[in-house]
């Protein structure tokens, strides 16, 4: 059992920046990929940034702007978001997954606002 406590998020002004946290509970060495997700109102659920195998896989969205990296000794997940858009609201979720299609835990989720 792993539990997932998301971090940093926040109102920040369009071309921003904001560092979010995922703090894991156990240890996420074992755990293949970990992400972020988001979910804005009124959509569905996406994926944001993946990591795992020693690559990272970023959507297309956030390619360029968004960092994701992860520190096996903390057990924790980050993500570095730059040069935000007002489109990037929504609340971010940060999940373990032992594939990259299957999600086993989520976190509690942290609301990003980003206002123009």
């Known amino acids: 059992q792993v539990q997932l406590v998301e971090s940093g998020g926040g109102l920040v002004q369009a071309g921003g920046s904001l560092r979010l946290s995922c703090a894991a509970s156990g240890s996420i060495r074992g755990i293949a990929f970990m992400a972020w997700h988001r979910q804005a109102p009124g959509k569905q659920r996406e994926m944001v940034a993946l990591?795992?195998?020693?690559?990272?896989n970023y959507a297309y969205f956030v390619r360029g702007r968004f960092t994701i990296s992860r520190d096996n000794a903390k057990n924790t997940v980050y993500l570095e978001m730059n040069n935000l858009k007002p489109e990037d609201t929504a609340v971010y979720y940060c999940?373990?997954?032992?594939?990259?299609?299957?999600?086993?835990?989520w976190g509690q989720g942290t609301q990003v606002t980003v206002s123009s």
């Open positions: 990591i795992g195998g020693g690559r990272t």
């Open positions: 999940a373990a997954q032992p594939t990259i299609l299957r999600v086993d835990y």
